[in-house]
């Protein structure tokens, strides 16, 4: 009888930091995963079932939130109302500049050329040493991510301002793909190492982001009418990591009425809940009138104080629209993951849950 995987979406091509991000959570033995050109496609493959998860780019720490990922989840149209957040990866994230090699030149270094160390005063600001000299003059066109290019701007503005021009694709590696087919060797991409051995590229430059920090969150995705209910397997959890629910939801507030932030605020202070990041998009309900994304300590289903269900009571009274969208085990540690682990997977829904078979 042949084994049936479970389905796992994700952000491509293949090699996309999406794709680095969802091998933290599911292991690729038992795991088909299926690359998708967009992160919509992402959103409609788990909406209509046709894969048992999805993983998607949330927010970065130096870049913010990826705008996409957010529009998607305001589904203002109601086109996605079975997309639930079941699950959240973090993936240091260590951009490199990918292209072709040409010999360095012998003639003097203008200001597309890299030579030597640049430090700045802050501590997580730091442009790439270089050991030996590279020329850039070759490259005429750098494409990435908006998010990696927004992640990379220092080094953009000084090595590639005058003579590169920028493309925004779907993904890092789509970037890399791209570049790869370039026979003339004008092109570059902000990618990741695993990309450039991918693609078969060279690395031209390696830390190209702006800060040493640079980590980007990813939600896992799942259809709340589905049978999917988590992973099989929870991860070994270290001594230095600390366990804790956080649920996201979303709103929106009657503009007209002062003060209706501040009494959502109260509501938290209230039930003394953590209140750990807010969001907001238009809700194209009126100019100036938005969804707001709220995240917020605990759980429902595991709430023996009843205080969420408390906050979500007094919410419902000073809020309009109430979803809830997500409720997700969080798992923080010292220190970031910053290498893909074989084995790291968890269910943050159901411990008992197997993988279909």
Known sequence: MTKKYTTVAYLGPPSSYTHQAALTRFNPDEHLLKPQPSIADVFKAVQLAAVDYGVVPFENSTHGSVIPTLELLADREHQLSGIYVCDEAYLDIHHCLLGHRIPISSAPQPSGTVSAAISHANDHSTLPALATSLDFRHIRHVYSHPQAIGQCEAFLSRYLRKSAQRHEVSSTSKAAEIVAQDEEGTSAAISSEVAAKTQGLDILARSIEDRDDNTTRFLVLRNRNGQSQGHATRCVVAENEVRYWKTLVSFTVDQRSSGTLVDVLKVFERWHLRFTSMNS?????????????????????????????????????????????????????????????AFNIYSPIDSSAGINA
């Open 281 to 341: 998009r238009p809700s194209w309900k009126a100019p100036w009138h938005y969804v707001q994304f709220v995240e917020l300590g605990g759980r429902m289903e595991q709430d023996p104080e009843k205080l969420v269900q408390r906050a979500r009571l007094d919410l419902t009274k000073v809020t309009q629209d109430w979803r809830s969208r997500a409720a997700v085990l969080e798992i923080t540690t010292q220190n970031p993951c910053t290498e893909i682990p």
